[in-house]
């Protein structure tokens, strides 16, 4: 499971952390991401972490937000930077997890419950 937390409100150009935390599994956490969906919006890809820490970014919060991680504590981070009202929605973190059963691998995806984040002008 996914616990998701950080959101509020806060006045444009400002900034909030948004953390992600996977509780215990036998699966092992490949890649993670940050999703989310505004007003009236279909959900959007915000950045990612990849198993070897490689990160990837939307065009429009390239430069403001930072995705990062804790293996150790199996979280992953959103840093967000000079908010913007369109930045406003619900977040989602998001992580790819892998585990051998019966000798099988097998991958699995997996949701947090979303962190409303209001970004006031």
């Known amino acids: 499971q996914l616990q998701a937390s950080g959101g509020g409100l806060v006045q444009a150009g400002g900034s909030l952390r948004l953390s992600c935390a996977a509780s215990?599994?036998?699966?092992?956490?490949?890649?993670m991401a940050w999703y989310r969906q505004g007003p009236g919006k279909e959900r959007e890809l915000v950045a990612t972490?990849?198993?070897?820490?490689?990160?990837s970014y939307a065009d429009s919060v390239k430069g403001r937000f930072t995705i990062s991680r804790d293996i150790a504590k199996s979280t992953v981070y959103l840093q967000m930077n000079s908010l913007k009202p369109e930045d406003a929605g619900i977040y989602y973190c998001?992580?790819?997890?892998?585990?051998?059963?019966?000798?099988?691998?097998?991958?699995?995806?997996?949701w947090g419950q979303g962190t409303l984040v209001t970004v006031s002008s």
């Open positions: 998001y992580v790819k997890g892998r585990a051998v059963i019966l000798g099988s691998i097998q991958d699995r995806d997996f």
């Open positions: 215990r599994s036998t699966f092992s956490l490949l890649n």
């Open positions: 972490i990849g198993g070897g820490a490689g990160t």
